[in-house]
């Protein structure tokens, strides 16, 4: 029923910028836990970041603190992550994630719903 469409990524050089985007459709997007994960070329996908339904409880990977950051907007039914400083070792598929929840809980790194994901490329 919650479908997550992300975008955003592109190629960018070291210590360079991007925002993400991940428009969610379907449930009531103030009531979703929201998170993001990535999955590096030819590795298992890791968490990243994460935001609570109430907006103000967040979870980041220690790989992305100080660096990233996510945030959402209820009006637009979307949520971002903005990525700063970027690394090589940032290079991977950036995917969205959605749990509905029933009461208003920390940021959760566990998903019922998934989006496609964007592409970030970070050259050296």
């Known amino acids: 029923q919650v479908q997550l469409v992300a975008s955003g990524g592109g190629l960018v050089q070291a210590g360079g910028s991007l925002r993400l985007s991940c428009a969610v459709s379907?449930?009531?997007?103030?009531?979703?836990?929201l998170g993001w994960s990535r999955q590096p070329p030819g590795k298992e996908r890791e968490f990243v970041a994460a935001?609570?339904?109430?907006?103000?409880?967040?979870d980041y990977a220690e790989s992305v603190k100080g660096r990233f950051t996510i945030s959402r907007d209820n009006d637009k039914r979307t949520v971002y992550l903005e990525m700063s400083n970027l690394k090589p070792e940032d290079t991977a598929v950036y995917s969205c994630?959605?749990?509905?929840?029933?009461?208003?809980?920390?940021?959760?790194?566990?998903?019922?719903?998934w989006g496609q994901g964007t592409q970030v490329i970070v050259s050296s």
């Open positions: 935001i609570s339904r109430s907006g103000k409880d967040f």
């Open positions: 994630a959605a749990r509905p929840t029933i009461l208003s809980v920390p940021a959760t790194r566990d998903y019922d719903y």
């Open positions: 379907g449930g009531t997007f103030s009531r979703l836990a």
